[in-house]
């Protein structure tokens, strides 16, 4: 059964930083392209980072570039986003997702969830 679990989630103070992870099992997730998303309550989902499965290329939503950086350990069959510089209009459920084709805004297997809680 495919399956993806993040965690790392929890609360920070703005300007902190904290690593999601999105581990896989029941498939391998260097043939997947990854992508994060997040939603934060009456808000409608969006697109974070995507890391390609073909050339490891990552792309990031204008909000987050320079402070979110997505990266892949294969070994760990595991994918990162490390957040910097956290700002409060970070506080949202972070989803993992994969898709077996490319970074797309509608992946085919999703994670549960983590919360992520920038507040002072």
């Known amino acids: 059964q495919l399956q993806l679990v993040e965690s790392g989630g929890g609360l920070v103070q703005p300007g902190g930083s904290l690593r999601l992870s999105c581990a896989a099992s029941g498939f391998t997730l260097d043939y997947y392209a990854i992508g994060w998303f997040r939603q934060a309550p009456g808000k409608e989902r969006e697109g974070v980072s995507c890391?390609?499965?073909?050339?490891?290329?990552?792309y990031y939503a204008d909000s987050v570039k320079g402070r979110f950086t997505i990266s892949r350990d294969n070994a760990k069959n595991t994918v990162y986003l490390q957040m910097n510089s956290l700002k409060p209009e970070d506080t949202a459920v972070y989803y993992c997702a994969a898709d077996p084709l490319f970074c797309s805004d509608h992946p085919g297997y999703w994670g549960q969830g983590t919360q992520v809680t920038v507040s002072s």
């Open positions: 890391i390609s499965s073909s050339d490891g290329s990552t």
